[in-house]
């Protein structure tokens, strides 16, 4: 997601840093990135693009003159709060701070630094760079400042963002969550072969590929992760993981990232 995120804004014409844990990731998300901006060009979809203005550094410090910093690490709210406490320490006062989280709580990520009022979400959907939608989450004690800045900023992307509040999933995961454990779930009720599944969604119900293909998308375990978290917050049975998808999380079949999830790669 982080490298998707720095593509958009590449793309855009902003200065950005790329802050990755290793500068072997650094340097393999950069050459991704130039290659996808690359085909954009001679697709004729956009005219040029700047890989320089894309700077690559494994040190938070180098996020100290950033205007905006989008945070994409693990969905760990210890870990993200212990990232938040140290960009506030690190980052310009009046730096906008927001989480990509998809499941976690904005406003306990916040929490963990003493100005929660330019802490906001900006949830992007997968892939970042080809999904049109980001979801602008207002936590508990976000300013309008950071609020109305990320919104902008979302707009300055090329996405369509979109306003809401910080409650469980926000709006699409709270629906598209349960709704793709209810596909799996379908897989063992109605005994329908996996492929037969993705068809039937993308021919009977429009969606633009399958639930089977989408989950191995988005990676089986960020996808039961993110269904633990929601149903211990909710408690609604539809959100909690099928024991289907755990056991494939467990067996390390977690989709594209690892060559096999529904599908092999
Ligand atoms: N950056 C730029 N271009 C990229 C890219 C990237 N990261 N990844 C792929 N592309 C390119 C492809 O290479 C391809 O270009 P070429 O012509 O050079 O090959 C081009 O984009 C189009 O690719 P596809 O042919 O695969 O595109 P498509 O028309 O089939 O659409 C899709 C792909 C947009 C993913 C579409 O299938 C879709 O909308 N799927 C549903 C995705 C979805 O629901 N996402 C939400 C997941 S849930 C989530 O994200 C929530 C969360 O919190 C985890």
Known sequence: MGAGIAQLCVEAGV???GREVSMELAERAQERIAHFLTRKVEKGQIESFEIERLALTTSLDELADCDLVIEAIVEE???KQALFAELERICRADAVLAT???ALSVTEIAAATSSPERVV???FFNPAPL????????AELTGDAAFDAAFSFGERLGKHPIRCHDTPGFVVNRVLIPLLNDCVRVLDEARVAVEDLDAGMKHGAGWPMGPCELLDLVGIDV???ASEALYEKTREPRMAPPPRL??????GLLGRKSGRGFYAY
Not at 131 to 138: A, D, K, N, S, Y
Not at 246 to 251: E, L, S
């Open 121 to 123: 979400g900006m949830h």
């Open 246 to 251: 755990v056991a494939m999380r467990n067996a």
């Open 131 to 138: 999904m049109p939608l980001v979801e602008i989450v207002r």
């Open 15 to 17: 200065d950005t840093v």
């Open 77 to 79: 709210l210890g870990a």
């Open 100 to 102: 990509n989280t998809s």
């Open 223 to 225: 996808h039961v992760h």
